[in-house]
């Protein structure tokens, strides 16, 4: 059922900020005033995580990276599931396994798990069908809520994985003390207030739908994004390929002068991910080179931002204002509401991608 909407992918971008407020709720229960994540993980005796995905799930992974380095202070490996299974990486007791999937039925994911069972000291999974192959060969399983998924592009279970592995972050800095009480207290309450923000981004949709109009009639797209804001550019060229089958790179601000500045030109269109935080202004400069260049930026920030920025950009989409790190939660909805709408105005079979599959369990 749509649910009145034209394609499940609608249906399940907008019920985000319903399902990401009930996955908050289950994770941080509010005990005697201490928000306590409900995971029985221990990572006291962790010295590294490692996680694995395919597709969507990785890059859900590989913004976990930061927050786990960056708050919680335990080294993160990411790896596509596909190439860790045939590596042999060295596992140890002292490492978690991390597997998130939202089918849980991944068979490179399912392999890769296959390959840590009794080699690492918990196999941990992250899945949204609680009855799949992944969740049963788990450790632990922990459930992200988002309810089922149709649309064969990752949506709901998207921001859903983040919203997991964002309390798993919070959970290990505590158990590892490596944060002070209000500190941590500041990261609780940045998580709880991310579905309501998650609501208010809805708001950029016609804005969004305006842009994508225009988007709709290019070959190319880049995606820019600094810092964790980078693994969502490369979300947002990957929804966007999939969907409107427009040729999409995503890369880190930093390394556009390394080599793919040489793409840009006035048939361009660069989307740039940056809210006004602590690397604005290097992302900001990265976006001047463009401009120089003929290059069409579209300026995914808050209105401190837009304003700050200037009027260079060819199109703004404004995001609410979103303190510390779990911003790539909220801006999640742009880029998924930019692939939408481009692939509407193209015509394509949105919920249902020519050569995709909802669930890959051939390898
Ligand atoms: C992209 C997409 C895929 C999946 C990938 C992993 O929109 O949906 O990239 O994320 O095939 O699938 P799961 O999460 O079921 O293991």
Redesign the pocket.
Known sequence: DKGGYRHFMAKEIAEQSTVLGAAVKYYLSNREGQHTLETGLDFSGIDRVVMV?????SLACFTAKYWFEQIAKLPVEVDIASEFRYREPPVSDRTLALFV???G??AD?LAALRYCAGKVGKIVSIVNVAESSIARESDVVLPILAGPEIG???TK?FTCQLMVLAALTLQAARQREVLDGAALAEHVDQLMRVPGQVADAMTCEPQVQAISAQLAQYKDAIFLGRGAMYPLALEGA??LK?ISYIHAEGYASGELKHGPIALIDKDMPVVVLTPADNMFDKTVSNMEEVRARGGKIVMVSDAAGINKAGDGSWQTVAMPRVDGPFAPIVYAVAVQLLAYHTAVEKGTDVDQPRNLAK??TVE
Request: proline share 0%; charged share 15%; glycine share 4%.
């Open positions: 995905a395919c597709g969507t799930a999937s939202q089918s039925e991944t994911t064969v592009a990752s279970a990957l929804k999939e669930s890959v």
